[in-house]
């Protein structure tokens, strides 16, 4: 393998990182990982209902609104990458369900869409400059929940950030 096709590798795996980290910073609550996704003068675009200002603003925004509901869960899907040196362009599908009470009913929010990020490296650490969020669709509906949900938390007491932990 060369020297440059290894260099692509690491530069797409770092920023699939990244992706993840969004979800998973929403998901947990964790403003200080999610700030970590965008460089600190990006933009982010949600639309004009929902978000538009400052990249880790919007982390702070989505953790902040998903207080008030019983549970999220975020995915990315497909994403598509384009790199050129010390920048890059990604389109990365993602599905969101969001679990709350409305009018004393459990109703679940899904949400199918696409971001749009232009990113940079910057000292060596991909971060997005630019995100427009797309929405392709969506939906509402009361739900009839079957399965428990309380092995796991909103915060950094989850389990997964032991079995993650960095082993010296």
Known sequence: MSERDLR????????????????????RLDIPLGHTVFHADAHADYGASLYRGDGRGVIDFICNSHLSTLNHSHQICNSTVTLNGDAAGSE?????????????????????????????????DWAIDKRLTVFDFD??????????????????????????????
């Open 139 to 168: 939906e509402l509906r009361e739900i009839t929940a079957t399965l428990r949900a309380d092995e796991g938390a909103r915060d950094r007491s989850d389990p997964s950030y032991e079995v993650l932990r960095t082993i010296p």
């Open 92 to 124: 990365t599908y993602f599905h969101s369900a969001t679990r709350l009470i409305m009018d004393g009913r459990h109703m679940q929010i899904r949400v199918w869409g696409r971001y749009l990020d232009s990113w940079s490296r910057r000292a060596g």
């Open 8 to 27: 692509i590798l690491l530069d797409r795996q770092a920023i699939a990182d990244k992706l993840a980290a969004y979800c998973r910073a929403v998901d």
